[in-house]
């Protein structure tokens, strides 16, 4: 009888654990969400002590990481000067509640005067059946989601933004790292290192991503925070999401990518109760300070500073802790150099193969010796794969370092060889300045800091 009992017992225990996991298969997404929304309030247009606004009222934004995302340096001239004073004014006032409402202000003053030009969105049938279709997959009311696109705006400079660099024109590494590696850039990093070292030490020691390559995304994609791009973002996405420029030669790929940023950006906004016609981004739709998309955002975004809350445009935290977050779920390793100096033996390269992966790391140190390429030192040593990385130089003869797996995972935050290199040289620029002014403040007995390569 015991043992019969035991087994009715088991049985009902069986069913009833069954029962209780499907019923938090079912709500666990949405729970998430909502932590989710919770977390990203301030960064919405809307101070997290604030009610919540009246329906009838189109409401919030979300954000999040880099796909071939580049930072906007301007929406419609008409606009650029008030939109920039405005989210200057906005920034200047902190983030206390005071500061926020403050800020908050100044965000729809930017965003008002960042519409100034572009078609709404009100009279089109597609558009407004992707909205209707939107509310149904999320459970959204279709009329708020119909509401909110009709107030967005294709923008014509974000079709022409967005375009690839024309075919048959040689690329130029020099020209492309005379624009962020330069004396400005490096005193804004500076000064942005000396006043968040403390978080960027933390970072590194909890990521295991040097600080000096935290440094330099976020001085590469904003200049720490001065040009965060001012196109709002639901325009962005929406243009980007119904009238792609038909040209592009990844046209079907990059349509579905747009539309689920949008799709993510609009969900957040209705869930959190902000205003999506607020945010600001580039003209791909990035925003913050490391210029992150919408899914990104939500994915790996962290709160740094511990507030409560994930906020990449004013917390300089948020954005340290995110960028390294972001690195390590995409393979950064810590102590691996990024790249190693490269030559070639003239007679048996095969530049064919090199080149034939890209910037996949794939050969090992034999392989890519046998093809002919020379490398020495610390390179021989290494242990994972390598990758040929080639850089155009114009007219001029191509230059080429051998990439690692950590130059690699750069280009997972912007995929482009030429992008991870101004990265990586703004960051060793960075960090021999700011051993450079330790030494001096030191005396010349302070030994100098060890390269980051």
Not at 110 to 139: C, F, H, I, K, N
Request: proline residues 7%.
């Amino acid at each position: 009888m015991c043992a019969l009992r035991d087994n009715a017992g088991m049985m009902t225990a069986r069913s009833i654990r069954s029962s209780l996991q499907s019923l938090l298969r079912g709500l666990l997404p949405r729970v998430a969400a909502t932590l989710a929304c919770a977390t990203l309030l301030p960064a919405l247009g809307q101070s997290a002590t604030s009610p919540a606004p009246d329906v009838a009222k189109p409401t919030s934004s979300a954000a999040s990481k880099p796909a071939r995302k580049a930072t906007a340096s301007g929406g419609p001239k008409t606009a650029q000067g008030a939109t920039q004073k405005a989210r200057t004014q906005g920034e200047r006032h902190g983030r206390g509640k005071g500061g926020q409402e403050a800020a908050t202000k100044a965000d729809r003053k930017a965003a008002r005067a960042a519409t100034t030009s572009g078609t709404p969105y009100a009279g089109r049938e597609d558009v407004m059946q992707w909205a209707a279709e939107l509310a149904q997959r999320q459970g959204m009311d279709p009329a708020w989601t119909r509401r909110v696109l009709a107030q967005a705006r294709l923008q014509p400079a974000v079709q022409r933004l967005i375009q690839p660099p024309a075919t048959g024109t040689r690329k130029n590494w020099a020209a492309y790292r005379a624009r962020f590696i330069d004396e400005r850039r490096i005193s804004a990093g500076l000064r942005f290192w000396d006043a968040q070292r403390a978080d960027l030490a933390r970072a590194e020691r909890e990521y295991g991503v040097p600080a000096e390559v935290i440094a330099g995304i976020i001085g590469v994609e904003t200049l720490y925070g001065q040009h965060m791009g001012q196109f709002r973002v639901i325009d962005a996405l929406a243009t980007l999401a119904f009238d792609h420029p038909s040209e592009h030669p990844r046209l079907t790929e990059r349509v579905g990518f747009f539309r689920g940023e949008l799709e993510q950006f609009l969900t957040l906004a209705h869930r959190s109760g902000g205003d999506p016609l607020l945010p600001l981004g580039s003209f791909a739709g990035a925003m913050g300070l490391p210029q992150f998309m919408p899914s990104s955002w939500i994915r790996w975004g962290v709160d740094f500073d511990g507030d409560g809350h994930i906020d990449l445009r004013r917390s300089p935290s948020d954005a340290i802790g995110s960028v390294a977050n972001y690195f390590k779920v995409h393979g950064w390793q810590p102590g691996l150099p990024t790249h190693f100096p490269v030559a070639f033996d003239s007679a048996r390269v095969d530049m064919d193969a090199l080149l034939a992966p890209d910037i996949l790391p794939t050969f090992s140190v034999a392989k890519f010796q046998a093809l002919g390429a020379v490398i020495e030192g610390p390179a021989l040593a290494h242990a994972g794969p390598l990758a040929l990385v080639e850089l155009q130089n114009g007219e001029a003869p191509n230059s080429y370092v051998a990439g690692t797996e950590n130059f690699y995972a750069i280009t997972r935050y912007n995929q482009s060889s030429y992008y991870a290199m101004a990265v990586i040289e703004l960051s060793q620029a960075l960090r021999e300045a700011r051993g450079q002014q330790a030494r001096q403040a030191g005396g010349a007995s302070q030994p100098a800091p060890a390269p980051s390569r």
